[in-house]
């Protein structure tokens, strides 16, 4: 995209990056789930997947109705797809619960980088007076902050703590040798 000089321009750049950053992050997402050792983790990444290509539909109709109909790739997301490469999806981890664990944190990680690309076109469109795509991405805002703090719960309820129990059963048969 060229250099924007109004904020219809920057408004359209930013959906044109969410639609690239959610086409990457779902891929990730699915790659992350196939690893998963916690089913309700993967089925929760399953689920996630599914909203994110729902996310992506309505950033592509909006885009439609101001002319556009092409992603720009974006590079933030890249970097965190990278990321959850390295440390979660192609990582050497022997205990599930551990990878389970980077898994979460890396999909938080894309997800808050969605709220913050999302959260501006929103304010960008409500600037704009286009309040039908600023109520549509204030649904899908919320739709992402629900399944970031199912997340957390997820996390401090089960995974991170079968993880400390882990640790802890390492540091007893290391104590015992």
């Not at 990444?45 to 992506?56: D, F, P, R, V, Y």
């Amino acid at each position: 995209m060229s250099t924007p000089e109004n904020l219809e321009d920057i408004y359209i750049d930013e959906l044109a990056d969410n639609w690239s950053a959610n086409d990457q992050m779902r891929k990730a997402v699915k790659e992350m789930a196939k690893v998963a050792g916690d089913d309700t983790l993967r089925k929760r990444l399953e689920k996630a997947s599914e909203g994110i290509e729902k996310h992506t539909e309505t950033i592509k109709s909006l885009l439609e109705e101001l002319g556009e109909d092409e992603p720009e790739h974006c590079k933030g997301m890249e970097g965190l797809v990278k990321e959850a490469h390295k440390h979660a999806i192609d990582a050497d981890i022997e205990d599930s619960d551990v990878r389970d664990v980077v898994i979460i944190t890396q999909y938080q990680r894309m997800c808050h980088y969605g709220l913050a690309g999302l959260g501006s076109a929103k304010a960008f469109a409500e600037a704009l007076g286009m309040d039908d795509h600023a109520q549509k991405l204030d649904e899908i805002v919320a739709q992402i902050y629900d399944a970031d703090q199912n997340m957390t719960d997820l996390a401090e309820r089960s995974v991170n703590l079968r993880a400390k129990e882990a640790e802890s059963e390492d540091e007893d048969e290391d104590e015992d040798a």
